[in-house]
């Protein structure tokens, strides 16, 4: 399996480009999610492990269903950091690099942009 990295690193810079046009201060600093997907639990578990050694915090892999019924599992690897172009084109080169040895799917990143009291 290989990530399609040009297309993550586009979805990459348009969404720090909508953080910046939504008024999110830019020195501000963000908590970041990564997601990893695969329909194989032990090869999700190398890739958590793998970025784990590269310092971000794993959270516990989640089931789903996939539409056909067979179970997927997934999870976010979590940093914070700038909502900076640069610096989250090198974390998604990063993550994508992991996700193609392990040979999982990278779904790109996310935030959360508003209130604590929201969640």
């Known amino acids: 399996m290989m990530n399609d990295l040009e297309a993550l690193l586009a979805q990459s ?10 008024g999110f201060d830019a020195d501000l600093e963000l908590e970041i999610e990564h ?5 194989d639990f ?10 784990v050694k590269l310092g971000y915090h794993v959270e516990d892999a989640e089931e789903f269903q996939l539409d056909d ?13 700038l909502p900076d172009q640069q610096t989250l084109a090198e974390q998604t080169r990063e993550i994508c690099k ?3 040895a392990c040979q999982v799917e990278y779904d790109g ?3 959360f942009l508003g209130d604590e ?3």
């Open 13 to 22: 810079d348009e969404t720090v480009e909508a953080i910046l046009e939504a």
């Open 35 to 39: 997601h990893l997907v695969s329909t």
């Open 42 to 51: 032990s090869k999700l578990e190398k890739a958590a492990v793998e970025l």
């Open 69 to 81: 019924g067979k179970p997927c599992f997934y999870f976010a690897a979590i940093t914070e950091c």
């Open 98 to 100: 992991v996700a193609d």
């Open 109 to 111: 990143w996310g935030t």
């Open 117 to 119: 009291e929201e969640e």
